[in-house]
């Protein structure tokens, strides 16, 4: 199957419609097209692989758009991490050249390999170059480099196929209006910034972009209307909604997609979210998937709490040794949104079974009516004196709690029971004593924490997702 070159066709389709506030699918193509044409003038062609050290702003969807008019794989570094972790990723994919953002202030070296700066780039002359106008859909468009939670970072292809269905899977499901605008305050450096990015022009959509999770600005465009979709994980949610709460404000009733993804959602958050008029949508998905899976359907929602939905149209899923309903493994993910294999040193090594399945690493299981439901990552899981034990779980009975903000749980070695869970929380105001006679009320004995810490932050990747390899570090 051919796919269109993303935003040539939408510039061609609906050239007025907003792109992005103050600027139409028009005026994204033309300023991305110079950018591309400064870009050939350096030397890059179709099918050079280039690197983007940038934060989450216009110029950068931009440079994005140029690379990908250009036909070029884009590899996208993080900036949050050190010059040691940059520089393995750079070793390890091999890019032609590093574009760099003028508002990244630290001066970064990689050796042998070029880096330039956007406003370098704008310098240059253009020079004409043959568009591709389609593109294979195995062609690579995209890499990223997992957050590496349980090991060395493996740098992700994706391709123009995966990206095209995981898009179209969404639109199924969440449906589409003229009116929709996509509030993203993820990195674009991550697959769930990136995919509103490419969800944009393949939809004709408006995306409103921040560099940073602004919490208030984001309850702010919630409840004027401005925004119909915005993209979250449990803490930025929670974050949302305590500001929701504090002025006993309602989502507009426009806004009718709040996605909510890295990992399971506290049960706590979605009543209280549900009760500030949020429509909350659970989705699983990782950077192998671009993006979502399953996403759990509006009229689901309140029966199904706790689930990340079915997955989406063209995917499926299983779970691993399992035969019956209910019962906890891993799961297995197939579909044309899975990525072909990585790239760099782990480029031998394919991501999927013999059969044609991504083993996710995530445990879970389907209930009874094919429903997903994500337990934990299999690497964090606590084996104690024989029983399995879920981090997840204790931090959202932790969660639960008035006093809590955040909370995270990793296993501490055990010389009777094997292993033992230890839980770090930022909290005010309360004591070891109370949360153990709280968890006690919750939790059964062996899932009981046998030790509480008191932090001031927790471990996060840029995507604030909860990093437990830290957490044992810290032990």
């Known amino acids: 199957m051919m796919i269109p070159n993303w935003l040539l066709q939408r510039a061609k389709l609906t050239p007025e419609q907003s792109a992005l506030p103050g600027k139409s699918f028009h005026e994204l193509y033309q300023a991305s097209l110079k950018i591309a044409q400064q870009l050939h003038h350096t030397g890059v062609k179709a099918g050079d692989r280039i690197a983007l050290l940038s934060l989450s702003n216009e110029e950068t969807v931009l440079f994005i758009h140029a690379s990908w008019l250009l036909s070029a794989e884009v590899v996208f570094l993080n900036n949050r991490l050190t010059e040691y972790e940059l520089a393995w990723q750079v070793s390890d994919a091999e890019p032609g050249m590093i574009l760099v953002d003028d508002r990244i202030t630290e001066a970064f070296h990689f050796e042998g390999i070029e880096c330039i700066s956007y406003s370098a780039v704008r310098k240059k002359p253009a ?15 995209s890499i990223m480099y997992t957050s590496g939670t349980t090991g060395l970072p493996k740098g992700v292809r994706q391709t123009a196929g995966n990206h095209t269905s995981s898009a179209l899977a969404s639109v199924l499901n969440l449906g589409l209006t003229d ?3 996509w509030l993203c305050m993820m990195p674009l450096f991550h697959i769930s910034g990136l995919s509103i990015v490419i969800r944009s022009v393949i939809y004709g959509m408006e995306m409103r972009l921040y560099e940073k999770f602004d919490a208030q600005e984001a309850a702010k465009q919630i409840i004027a209307g401005t925004v119909t979709s915005m993209s979250v994980v449990a803490l930025t949610l929670d974050q949302i909604v305590r500001v929701m709460e504090e002025e006993n404000n309602k989502a507009h009733p426009s ?18 979210a549900g009760a500030c008029g949020l429509p909350i949508l659970q989705t699983y998905g990782m950077t192998e998937t671009c993006s979502q899976t399953a996403t759990l359907g509006k009229a689901d929602a309140m029966r199904k709490l706790g689930s990340a939905g079915k997955p989406l149209f063209f995917n499926q899923i299983t779970i691993k040794g399992t035969d019956q309903a209910g019962e906890v493994g891993e799961v297995l993910i197939k579909g044309p949104h899975v990525t072909p294999g990585y790239i760099g040193s782990h480029s031998g090594r394919s991501p999927l079974t013999e059969d044609g ?6 445990a879970g299981y389907l209930d009874e009516e094919g429903y997903l439901f994500i337990v934990d990552r299999r690497a964090d899981l606590i084996i ?15 969660l ?29 105001e309360v004591s070891e004593e109370e949360l153990l006679a709280y968890c006690e009320q919750h939790l059964a004995r062996y899932k009981m924490p046998k030790e509480i810490r008191f932090t001031e932050q927790l471990p996060r990747n840029a995507s604030n997702k909860l990093m437990r390899f830290e957490l044992k570090k810290w032990l």
């Open 127 to 141: 020079k004409e170059f043959t568009m591709l106008t389609q593109w294979d859909e195995d062609r690579t468009l």
């Open 179 to 181: 009116r929709d605008s």
């Open 255 to 272: 806004f009718r997609t709040m996605l909510v993804g890295g990992g399971p959602v506290p049960l706590d958050y979605l009543q209280r």
């Open 357 to 362: 399945w991504l083993a996710t690493g995530d």
């Open 400 to 428: 639960a709690h008035p006093a809590i903000r955040e909370a995270g749980v990793c296993a501490n070695e055990d010389e009777r029971w094997g292993q033992v869970p230890v839980a770090f929380v930022i909290a005010k």
């Open 384 to 398: 104690s004196g024989g029983e399995n034990i879920y981090p997840a779980e204790i931090e959202n009975i932790l």
